[in-house]
């Protein structure tokens, strides 16, 4: 059975994780990847998450997809993808406080709150 929420969750997760590649590719990962201000096992370390993250959010989409469309154990596809939704915006609403960026400078927790909404929304139906 098709589930027009986690269809939307999955368009949604899937803009979030474009901007990820192309955007912060551009303004995060190409700089990081250059930056020779920080130690190689840093650099390289953090050049590798942000490659996982960008797996992860296409992971997201995908489970979403697949829930919409109504795939064999859509329910527990759609409860991984709210999980990781709820992961990411926890960790994006509480680091940029912890470490003093604020949200001016680190939004993106903000952005996984309507995939959680979707996600719970397509659960509930």
Known sequence: MISTPFLAASA?????????????????????????????????????????VSVTLLAMAGLFLAAGLGAGGATGLAMAGVALAVGFAALGLILP?????????????WLFLPVIGLGLWGLAA
């Open 12 to 52: 949604l997760s899937g803009l979030w994780a474009g901007i990820h590649l192309f955007v912060g590719g551009s303004q995060v990962a190409a700089p990081l990847r250059a930056s020779r201000d920080l130690p190689d096992l840093a650099r390289d370390t953090a050049y590798l998450c942000w490659h996982l």
């Open 97 to 109: 406080l912890v470490i003093g960026a604020g949200y001016g400078q680190l939004p993106q927790g």
